[in-house]
């Protein structure tokens, strides 16, 4: 039998008898005119308090006020209520546990510490000689199942670190092959993490200054979901002769990317 119906029976049960007993004892009195003092249950005080939150939603603070709140308490039962949309919650509860939940909700209703991450980007070059980079040794197997490039080689990286929020880098491209020393260009990232699992990135491909470049110039733009440990191949860009990716490997900062 669930106790909630258990107990109300048994209490019931209990003032009935006294209710009984009380009644004989009346009867039993020598005289009617004698006033007869009988002894009643002192009521459980409540009070009712509004706290303010700051970080936790409603929905999580009433989770973890409820243990707190006794709702089936027999003639004084405790009540949480909120606004909708409201910062805040009300209790009606015992002054004690009221306190307790002041206490609670000061240890909890914090700030989550950011996570700060650290982001690895590398430019890669798809191209038609047989090479193998080892900076590219968690990459280039998985670009071997995708694209039918002969080798990839490594020309330019670099990192940054972040928590929430845009950040910028720019990286230079190594001026060697397998690009023409005299077209040595830039990528440019406009990146943003929010939400603590969302990226956003703008990668342009710029030009080398005022020289003129055989190369078009290209543009990726790419919106995602990550967690550390990934490494993210967020796309390619044609150039002469040539396709460029641009790859990012995720850690959480302190940790090697």
Same mark, same amino acid.
């Given at each position: 039998?669930?106790?909630?119906?258990?107990?109300?029976?048994?209490?019931?049960?209990?003032?009935?008898?006294?209710?009984?007993?009380?009644?004989?004892?009346?009867?039993?009195?020598?005289?009617? *005119?004698?006033?007869?003092?009988?002894?009643?249950?002192?009521?459980?005080?409540?009070?009712?308090?509004?706290?303010?939150?700051?970080?936790?939603?409603?929905?999580?603070?009433?989770?973890?006020?409820?243990?707190?709140?006794?709702?089936?308490?027999?003639?004084?039962?405790?009540?949480?209520?909120?606004?909708?949309?409201?910062?805040?919650?009300?209790?009606?509860?015992?002054?004690?546990?009221?306190?307790?939940?002041?206490?609670?909700?000061?240890?909890?209703?914090?700030?989550?510490?950011?996570?700060?991450?650290?982001?690895?980007?590398?430019?890669?070059?798809?191209?038609?000689?047989?090479?193998?980079?080892?900076?590219?040794?968690?990459?280039?197997?998985?670009?071997?199942?995708?694209?039918?490039?002969?080798?990839?080689?490594?020309? *330019?990286?670099?990192?940054?670190?972040?928590?929430?929020?845009?950040?910028?880098?720019?990286?230079?491209?190594?001026?060697?092959?397998?690009?023409?020393?005299?077209?040595?260009?830039?990528?440019?990232?406009?990146?943003?993490?929010?939400?603590?699992?969302?990226?956003?990135?703008?990668?342009?491909?710029?030009?080398?200054?005022?020289?003129?470049?055989?190369?078009?110039?290209?543009?990726?733009?790419?919106?995602? *979901?990550?967690?550390?440990?990934?490494?993210?191949?967020? *796309?390619?860009?044609?150039?002469?002769?040539?396709?460029?990716?641009?790859?990012?490997?995720?850690?959480?900062?302190?940790?090697?990317?």
């Amino acid at each position: 039998m669930d106790t909630r119906f258990k107990i109300p029976l048994v209490s019931l049960l209990v003032l009935t008898g006294c209710e009984v007993e009380m009644a004989e004892q009346v009867r039993d009195q020598p005289s009617e *005119g004698e006033p007869v003092f009988t002894s009643l249950p002192t009521p459980t005080d409540l009070e009712t308090r509004t706290f303010a939150l700051e970080h936790l939603d409603v929905a999580t603070a009433t989770g973890l006020v409820g243990p707190y709140v006794y709702k089936d308490r027999p003639g004084a039962p405790g009540v949480i209520s909120f606004a909708p949309g409201a910062a805040a919650i009300s209790v009606r509860e015992t002054p004690d546990n009221l306190d307790k939940i002041r206490r609670m909700l000061e240890e909890f209703d914090v700030a989550s510490p950011a996570l700060s991450y650290r982001l690895h980007f590398q430019v890669v070059v798809g191209n038609g000689t047989e090479s193998s980079d080892e900076r590219l040794a968690l990459v280039e197997k998985e670009l071997r199942k995708v694209f039918r490039f002969e080798g990839y080689s490594l020309i *330019g990286e670099g990192h940054v670190a972040v928590s929430e929020g845009p950040f910028e880098l720019q990286i230079e491209t190594d001026a060697s092959e397998p690009l023409d020393p005299s077209e040595k260009w830039r990528i440019h990232i406009d990146g943003g993490v929010y939400r603590g699992s969302e990226m956003h990135l703008e990668i342009t491909d710029l030009p080398p200054g005022t020289s003129t470049s055989r190369r078009t110039t290209g543009k990726v733009e790419t919106r995602l *979901g990550f967690r550390p440990g990934q490494t993210l191949v967020l *796309g390619s860009m044609p150039s002469q002769n040539q396709t460029v990716f641009v790859v990012v490997h995720v850690s959480e900062e302190g940790e090697p990317a």
